[in-house]
C-alpha cells in the first residue's frame, strides 16, 4: 500500500497534523532553551522539575510529588535516590505509616536553584520576546481550558 492508501484505509490526518505531536514539538522548542543551561549545571530536566517544585512547596509526599511533576512514580525514585546522594533533597518516613515518604530540598538544592535562576530567567525572556508575552498567557489558559475539557487538572495554577 502507498502511504495516501495507508492512510486513506486507517482513517487518520497525517501524524504531523496531530494534536499530539504539535504539544511534543513545542514541548521540545521551549525546553531546547533550557537544556544547555541544566546541562552546565549538570541536572536532568526531571531532576529540575523536583528541584523546582520542593523550592515552592516545602515538603511534600513522594506520590503527590510524581503526579504534581508527571513522572511515574518508579522513575522519581530514581530521581529522588540521586538527588538525595547529592544532598540537594532529604527523605524520610511518615512516622504513622513507614510506607509513606515525604522529600523536602536541601540547602545545597536552594543553592542550585538560585544558581540556574539567572538563566532560566533569560531563557523565558527569550520565549516571551519571540512569542509575546500576551500570546504565552493565552497560550495557558488555553492549555488549561483543554487540560479541564479532557477531565485532567488545571495545568498552571493561580
Not at 511533576?69 to 535516590?81: A, E, N, V
Request: net charge neutral; glycine share 4%; with cysteine.
Amino acid at each position: 500500500m502507498t502511504d495516501q492508501t495507508t492512510r486513506s484505509a486507517i482513517g487518520l490526518a497525517p501524524y504531523t497534523q496531530s494534536l499530539a505531536l504539535a504539544l511534543l514539538r513545542t514541548r521540545e522548542s521551549v525546553m531546547s532553551r533550557f537544556r544547555p543551561i541544566l546541562r552546565e549545571h549538570d541536572v536532568t530536566e526531571q531532576q529540575w522539575r523536583v528541584l523546582r517544585t520542593l523550592a515552592e512547596v516545602g515538603e511534600i509526599e513522594v506520590t503527590a510529588l510524581a503526579e504534581r511533576i508527571c513522572l511515574l512514580p518508579s522513575s522519581l525514585s530514581r530521581i529522588l535516590k540521586d538527588l538525595v546522594a547529592r544532598g540537594l533533597i532529604q527523605r524520610r518516613s511518615v512516622v504513622e505509616d513507614l510506607r509513606r515518604g515525604l522529600v523536602s530540598i536541601q540547602p545545597a538544592g536552594i543553592a542550585l536553584i538560585l544558581e540556574v535562576v539567572p538563566h532560566s530567567k533569560r531563557a523565558n525572556a527569550e520565549i516571551e520576546e519571540a512569542f509575546g508575552v500576551a500570546r504565552i498567557a493565552a497560550l495557558k489558559t488555553e492549555l488549561n481550558a483543554l487540560s479541564e475539557a479532557l477531565n485532567g487538572p488545571p495545568i498552571f495554577e493561580d
